[in-house]
């Protein structure tokens, strides 16, 4: 049962369409779920399709949203988006970033500048972006928050470069916006999501290394702790929620393992 826990609050979901795959990937995820829970979505995605999907998805449910078209990776997309908002709906509550690629990545003598250019642009870069045109709105408004989707990569040991140190700056730039903006009344969070059974997770990686897609998910729950079994969509929108939500007012600065134990096995 939904209790309005975002009752009329303005949230924008950066990444709210998906991969085409059989679950539903953190960004659908978290814009359905806050859309039952009262809020109005502005959804962005760099496919707008995708984006319309999710819209139409909330629209069945009696939510309320609208699908907008950015790269945000692009300065004048993430100003266009802010303001887009604010024309929607008066103001920006929440903003969500949760664009991620990981595709190309290699070990540091293998990895090309270009992959590292995409995937620093992608993943990092897109939340300064998108966070440098919210802030000066949530800064007027004297309050709002952001959630930053960082992965436990950035903590875990892996063989994917550019991805790891992509997420760890994601990391860094959530303590660095949290700090400087608590006087506004702005809260900024980090989630690190661990291994996910999502389309960008499953269908992504199964094509890229050509290994059966039942194969690619019996290994990665093997690697879980907690019940030997991955985590979803909603386990990342779930946390997002009580982010985003009045229930956690007094938390900023924080990063969130959202992975069934694996940052717990570090050391």
């Given at each position: 049962?939904?209790?309005?826990?975002?009752?009329?609050?303005?949230?924008?979901?950066?990444?709210?369409?998906?991969?085409?795959?059989?679950?539903?990937?953190?960004?659908?995820?978290?814009?359905?779920?806050?859309?039952?829970?009262?809020?109005?979505?502005?959804?962005?995605?760099?496919?707008?399709?995708?984006?319309?999907?999710?819209?139409?998805?909330?629209?069945?449910?009696?939510?309320?949203?609208?699908?907008?078209?950015?790269?945000?990776?692009?300065?004048?997309?993430?100003?266009?988006?802010?303001?887009?908002?604010?024309?929607?709906?008066?103001?920006?509550?929440?903003?969500?970033?949760?664009?991620?690629?990981?595709?190309?990545?290699?070990?540091?003598?293998?990895?090309?500048?270009?992959t590292w250019d995409r995937i620093?642009?992608?993943?990092?870069?897109?939340?300064?972006?998108?966070?440098?045109?919210?802030?000066?709105?949530?800064?007027?408004?004297?309050?709002?928050?952001?959630?930053?989707?960082?992965?436990?990569?950035?903590?875990?040991?892996?063989?994917?470069?550019?991805?790891?140190?992509?997420?760890?700056?994601?990391?860094?730039?959530?303590?660095?916006?949290?700090?400087?903006?608590?006087?506004?009344?702005?809260?900024?969070?980090?989630?690190?999501?661990?291994?996910?059974?999502?389309?960008?997770?499953?269908?992504?990686?199964?094509?890229?290394?050509?290994?059966?897609?039942?194969?690619?998910?019996?290994?990665?729950?093997?690697?879980?702790?907690?019940?030997?079994?991955?985590?979803?969509?909603?386990?990342?929108?779930?946390?997002?929620?009580?982010?985003?939500?009045?229930?956690?007012?007094?938390?900023?600065?924080?990063?969130?393992?959202?992975?069934?134990?694996?940052?717990?096995?570090?050391?």
């Open positions: 049962m939904m209790t309005g826990r975002l009752a009329d609050k303005a949230a924008i979901v950066v990444g709210a369409g998906q991969t085409p795959g059989e679950t539903i990937g953190n960004g659908r995820a978290t814009a359905l779920l806050f859309a039952r829970e009262g809020a109005r979505v502005m959804l962005v995605d760099r496919r707008l399709d995708s984006a319309q999907e999710t819209a139409e998805m909330i629209k069945a449910e009696g939510g309320e949203s609208f699908a907008f078209e950015a790269d945000v990776t692009r300065e004048d997309d993430c100003r266009a988006l802010s303001a887009a908002c604010v024309e929607q709906y008066g103001r920006i509550d929440v903003l969500q970033n949760n664009v991620g690629i990981g595709g190309g990545d290699a070990g540091p003598t293998r990895l090309t500048e270009e620093m642009d992608t993943n990092l870069k897109s939340v300064f972006l998108t966070c440098k045109h919210v802030l000066p709105v949530m800064r007027e408004q004297q309050g709002g928050c952001i959630t930053n989707i960082s992965s436990v990569a950035a903590v875990c040991s892996v063989g994917i470069v550019a991805y790891k140190t992509s997420k760890a700056g994601v990391n860094a730039y959530t303590h660095a916006l949290a700090t400087g903006n608590a006087r506004y009344g702005i809260r900024v969070n980090c989630i690190m999501p661990g291994l996910m059974n999502t389309p960008m997770a499953i269908e992504g990686i199964s094509q890229a290394r050509g290994i059966d897609r039942e194969e690619l998910i019996r290994q990665r729950d093997a690697q879980v702790p907690l019940r030997g079994k991955m985590g979803s969509g909603w386990d990342v929108a779930y946390a997002s929620l009580f982010l985003a939500s009045d229930e956690a007012g007094f938390i900023t600065g924080a990063i969130l393992p959202v992975d069934g134990g694996q940052a717990a096995r570090i050391g």
